[in-house]
């Protein structure tokens, strides 16, 4: 059975090691809003380096999630000093569990104030799109559908929450989908956790 695929990026308005006060929150928030979702029924898995603690993210081995990479409209810094990114790439079983995962709970919470930590910017923060059950996807993988998803809005190949498709290619809905929920192109998700 194809499992859903959900690549999010955010830029930072400063570098993961700036000891600024609102960079701690968002650590301090990061941890538990991760938990509660990784417990989400739904979520199968997330990319992560086990030596997460050393180096960029650019410099970890991130196993069957291929090397690191990042849209080509990232231009802050690569270097663990420097870097001024958020950034996941999960699998799920499909829309409805990520979607209650996200909008609800200490996620829902980070989400209104993510423009605390975040850059406003015209791109899209996610893309989801499907893959066979025996695929792992990659952090390129995830770049190259975020990147289609801006230069040609929503399609099997790359789409959203509010223009998903099905695992075949044809459009489908969300039902009980809230109003206000999930309605921007690139508004409805952003894992706040920077990536490890």
Do not use: C
């Not at 959203?160 to 192109?185: A, L, N, R, V, Y």
């Amino acid at each position: 059975m194809p499992r859903l695929a959900l690549y999010t990026f955010g830029v930072l308005t400063s570098p993961l090691a700036d000891p600024a006060p609102l960079t701690h929150e968002l650590h301090d928030r990061s941890e538990p809003v991760y938990r509660q979702i990784s417990r989400h029924p739904g979520y199968l898995a997330h990319a992560e380096a086990p030596d997460a603690d050393r180096g960029s993210h650019f410099d970890l081995d991130w196993g069957a999630w291929g090397a690191f990479a990042v849209p080509s409209w990232y231009t802050k810094g690569r270097t663990a000093d420097t870097l001024a990114l958020a950034t996941t790439l999960s699998l799920w079983t499909g829309l409805r569990p990520a979607f209650d995962a996200i909008y609800t709970g200490p996620h829902r919470e980070a989400l209104n104030r993510r423009y605390d930590w975040f850059e406003r910017t015209a791109h899209p923060e996610y893309a989801f799109w499907w893959v066979p059950d025996d695929v792992t996807p990659t952090w390129q993988d995830g770049v190259s559908r975020l990147e289609h998803l801006h230069a040609h809005g929503p399609a099997p190949h790359a789409f959203t929450f509010p223009h998903p498709f099905t695992p075949t290619g044809t459009p489908t809905s969300m039902k009980g989908q809230g109003q206000g929920q999930g309605q921007g192109q690139g508004r409805a998700s952003r894992a706040v956790r920077p990536s490890k």
